[in-house]
């Protein structure tokens, strides 16, 4: 007898239905069960743990011969996530269910050798393909229920156990569908316990209104200065002054998170904004992504978030410069002789280094010890391509002690954030006819044509600054780009000569010539 299942194969952040086509012959003669269709091993060994599963749930797995086809047989198939599905496809080709109720259903879950049934990752893209394909119903672990849920459209039934499962598709007893709380979609969060406030910084005045402009226009930016002077400390204040996700931002984080199964149970919907630190022996598959199953790099992992690289100047070079192409493009694609994959990467960056291997070069109170090669050798890690990208250049010199020791606290990261907000809704009316661009640092050169109109003064200074400074086209349009976001936080509709002074302070002093 033939019975037909489905599940979902994920590639990337796409799902894909598969048909689990199982067929059962009762007069072979000698036991088998094979699994076809480009299975890996994971879905190999689910053999094993479906014959254990349906028989310790008090269930029949009558020893005759078994072809289990996951159709299409041309696409890849990982992961455990096809366990639930071959085992309701074993027990409907032998009469234990009832066919009528697995037509608009989609199953997806690992089972146990006890016949539970467990969390397998990627829910929240498996369940969005189930309602894009029209089915009516998806079951799921309980545990991934909360995550289902978040796509509306389709009901989300959670199940314990393989026997729960029998009993609720010939209704004996019902398993009502899972609904999260509304207030899930409505308080949505903008800091954590991680977050550090700006008034608990002393000092570094500089480097905060540069923060707040990169919160503003979503521009990369750069902190260098000696060891100790806040650098850390200051880009984890940044996603505090950056707005709340929208809903739609938070679906999307969400759906990347729950392909790298990061996503906690009790906490389905991602609500604050990412911030990624990975530490500096980190790969270039582990930043951009990869592996034999292409999973999301860290790249991918802070979408509308922070990507903060400290100590990059530690980080190999071949590692940083895999940064350019993502930084560009917002996305990274992932190539393998099968095919390739595409991954999001809007994220903000946000470097810190120090100027030389000791740490104290240009320091006010300690000298430094390193020779000009050394030092020449530690910066160059840094390629001019990859700084070119960075928009806020910003020195974070030794704080005072008694600015350290004094008690007045300078502005909270809820009045900065307030501003940011604002000078963000001015860009969202501003690209309301194009909604990819979400700020100002994704405006291309036809957007900077039209939105970046400058009075007389501030060309006069732009021209200068061009030629004085040896900008190249990139660099030139980046520093439009940061003075119309400086312009959106002083509430101006043009970009006056103010503004362009201040973005020029934020450009690399080395560039300046004599």
Known sequence: MLSIVHACALLGLDGYVVDVEVDFNPRAGLPAFNIVGLPDSAVKESRERVRASIRNSGLQFPNKAYTVNLSPADLPKHSTAYDLAIAVGVLASTDQVPLAALEKALFVGELSLDGGVRHVKGILPIAYTAMQQGFQAIYVAEEDATQAALVQGIEVIPIQSLGQLVEHLYGLNPIPAFVNDPSLFTNRSFSSAEIVDFADIRGQQFAKRALEIAAAGNHNIILSGPPGTGKTLLARSLPGIMPPLTFEEALAVTRIYSVADLIKSDQPLIQ???????????????????????????????????????????????????????????????????????????????????????????????????????????????????????????????????????????????????????????????????????????????????????????????????????????????????????????????????????????????????
Request: proline content about 6%; hydrophobic content about 35%; overall charge positive.
């Open 272 to 514: 604050n904004r990412p911030f990624r630190s990975p530490h500096h022996t980190i790969s270039q598959a582990g930043l951009i992504g990869g592996g034999t199953v292409p999973r999301p790099g860290e790249v991918s992992l802070s979408t509308f978030g922070v990507l903060f690289l400290d100590e990059v100047n530690e980080l190999p070079r071949t590692v940083l410069e895999v940064l350019r192409q993502p930084i560009e493009d917002k996305r990274v694609t992932i190539s393998r002789a099968n095919g390739s994959l595409t991954f999001p990467a809007n994220f903000l960056l946000v470097m810190a280094h120090n100027p030389c291997p000791c740490g104290f070069l240009g320091d006010s109170t300690r000298a430094c010890t390193c020779t000009p090669a050394m030092i020449t050798k530690y910066q160059s890690k840094l390629s001019g391509p990859l700084l070119d990208r960075v928009d806020l250049h910003v020195e974070v010199p030794r704080v005072e002690y008694d600015k350290l020791l004094s008690d007045e606290r300078a502005e909270t990261s809820e009045q900065i954030r307030k501003r940011v907000e604002v000078a963000r809704q001015r860009q969202i009316a501003r690209f309301k006819n194009n909604p990819s661009l979400l700020s100002n640092a994704d405006m291309g050169v036809s957007e900077i044509q039209e939105f970046c109109t400058l009075t007389q003064e501030a060309r006069q200074l732009l021209d200068l600054a061009v030629r004085r400074m040896q900008l190249s086209a990139r660099a030139y349009h980046r520093l439009l780009k940061l003075s119309r976001t400086i312009a959106d936080l002083s509430d101006a509709e043009q970009i006056g000569i103010q503004h362009v002074t201040e973005a020029i302070q934020y450009r690399p002093k080395q560039q300046v010539t004599s």
